[in-house]
């Protein structure tokens, strides 16, 4: 059974930091990109950040550019996702998300975990 499963996320204040963890089990962790992908209430989903499956290339929204650092560790089958200067507008939950190479979709999809920033 394919499973992704996040934590770490909370209520945090503006300014504060946060690091997200996605665990994968039952694929082969190391052949896919890995992608961290976020809901704001409200609203539709947004691509946050990706990895590709060695983990040397690394990509981001500019709204998230230089605050946000993806990496992935895979002996641990697991993504990661540093958050540090977090605003409001960060506000949501926060997916993460398993593509294959040549997928055109995300083949696999965490439950996500709710991340809140406010004072």
């Known amino acids: 059974e394919v499973q992704l499963v996040e934590s770490g996320g909370g209520l945090v204040q503006p300014g504060g930091s946060l690091r997200l963890s996605c665990a994968a089990s039952?694929?082969?962790?190391?052949?896919?990109?890995m992608s961290w992908v976020r809901q704001a209430p409200g609203k539709g989903l947004e691509w946050v950040s990706s990895?590709?499956?060695?983990?040397?290339?690394?990509r981001y929204a500019d709204s998230v550019k230089g605050r946000f650092t993806i990496s992935r560790d895979n002996a641990k089958n697991s993504v990661y996702l540093q958050m540090n200067n977090l605003k409001p507008e960060d506000t949501g939950v926060y997916y993460c998300?398993?593509?294959?190479?040549?997928?055109?979709?995300?083949?696999?999809w965490g439950q996500g975990t709710q991340v809140t920033v406010s004072s």
């Open positions: 998300a398993a593509q294959n190479a040549g997928s055109l979709k995300y083949d696999y």
């Open positions: 039952g694929f082969t962790f190391s052949s896919y990109a």
């Open positions: 990895i590709n499956s060695g983990g040397g290339s690394t």
